[in-house]
């Protein structure tokens, strides 16, 4: 096929076009994994806040850092009718003092910092090794 040619240039718009479908696919592929893995969070803090109560201490000791008020953890899955947003991108929540503990708490562990598109400003250091003490 000549370049320039009308056979030529409808071959090319046939591929940007086919290009743009699989760039949406592959968006809307990211962005259903995205949702499972909060579903799937959410399900995970919500047992172990329940349940494994020790296994909440441990991993909130190896959490440093504070809270920039971005408000991105209280749109995981959906948007939270208490989140307010102000004109200088912070949020406060509507129910500050009587938050659900699973908002208290997040983020828990390293997993749940890819819930939020990398705006939480909370990090986790690994755990201590414990040395053996020689016999
Ligand atoms: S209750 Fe408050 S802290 Fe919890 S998700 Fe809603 S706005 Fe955020
Ligand atoms: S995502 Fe992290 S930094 Fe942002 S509001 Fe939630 S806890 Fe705070």
Redo the contacts with the bound molecule.
Sequence with gaps: MRPGTAASRAALRRRSFEERLAARRNQAVEDAKFRARQAHGKLRRFVRIRFKKEEVVEALSLRRGDCNRC?E????LFK?????KHGDGT??????ED??T???L?PLDRRDLNEVRGTCSFYFIEKPIKLERAS
């Design positions: 408000g953890c209280c749109e995981i939270c009718p208490f989140l307010k949020t406060t929540c509507g129910i500050y938050r659900p699973q908002c208290r997040f």
